[in-house]
């Protein structure tokens, strides 16, 4: 059973911009610490951003100033803004609970060529 799809990702050249989408259909996503993860090829998965239930939110040194995360409690959404793109933030992106509650789907991929 799916519980969140991602989407928005794509090509882009460094320096651009893109919206991750994260939405729910069968759960309630305000009611969770929601993160964005993203993992490169040959890499471990890693936290990158995260919003608490209260609105409060954390980033990845590697992510911080130039990435966003926020919600959207109405459509059930997270989102991740990223702004000023770099070659090293190609991955494949992934949204879960905090606590990893969540399957884990396929992720969106995102690529940046300089």
């Known amino acids: 059973q799916v519980q969140v799809v991602e989407s928005g990702g794509g090509l882009v050249q460094a320096g651009g911009s893109l919206r991750l989408s994260c939405v729910a259909s069968d759960i309630t996503l305000s009611r969770f610490h929601m993160a964005w993860y993203r993992q490169a090829a040959g890499n471990q998965r890693e936290l990158i951003a995260v919003?608490?239930?209260?609105?409060?939110?954390n980033y990845a040194d590697s992510v911080n100033g130039r990435f966003t995360i926020s919600r959207d409690n109405a459509k059930n959404t997270v989102y991740l803004q990223m702004n000023s793109l770099k070659p090293e933030d190609t991955a494949v992106y992934f949204c879960?609970?905090?606590?990893?509650?969540?399957?884990w789907g396929q992720g969106t991929r995102v690529t940046v060529s300089s």
């Open positions: 919003i608490y239930e209260i609105g409060d939110t």
């Open positions: 879960n609970t905090l606590a990893g509650a969540l399957s």
